[in-house]
Nanobody, 119 residues
Framework: QVQLVESGGGLVQAGGSLRLSCVAS????????MGWYRQAPGKQRELVAN???????NVVDSVKGRFTISSDNAKNTVYLQMNSLKPEDTAVYYC?????????????WGQGTQVTVSS
């Protein structure tokens, strides 16, 4: 099993910044991709950004230029730096890990951290 613990959420005014952290622990060998997703009230969970073991990143268009994903492999931690926040960024943000071992792929989720952006 892989445990993911997110932190860093909170209440911020529009235009402000937050940095989310996600620490992975447990059976982390084989994790190939770490990602951040978000789910706003009444909406489906959506991808925000992800990063693979090689450091290649993918950021969705709606946050490109404002959000940056990075990782510190020594700390088993993935970060999401969020700048120029907008009210529409308000959501619960979840960390997800993809682990591949042989022919088996498992997905793990954190408990989520609330981000609220006031106008």
């Amino acid at each position: 099993q892989v445990q993911l613990v997110e932190s860093g959420g909170g209440l911020v005014q529009a235009g402000g910044s937050l940095r989310l952290s996600c620490v992975a622990s447990g059976s982390i060998f084989g994790i190939t991709v770490m990602g951040w997703y978000r789910q706003a009230p009444g909406k489906q969970r959506e991808l925000v950004a992800n990063i693979n073991v090689g450091g290649r990143t993918n950021v969705v268009d709606s946050v490109k230029g404002r959000f940056t994903i990075s990782s510190d492999n020594a700390k088993n931690t993935v970060y999401l730096q969020m700048n120029s926040l907008k009210p529409e960024d308000t959501a619960v943000y979840y960390c997800k890990a993809t682990r591949v071992r042989g022919y088996t792929t498992n997905y793990y989720w954190g408990q989520g951290t609330q981000v609220t952006v006031s106008s």
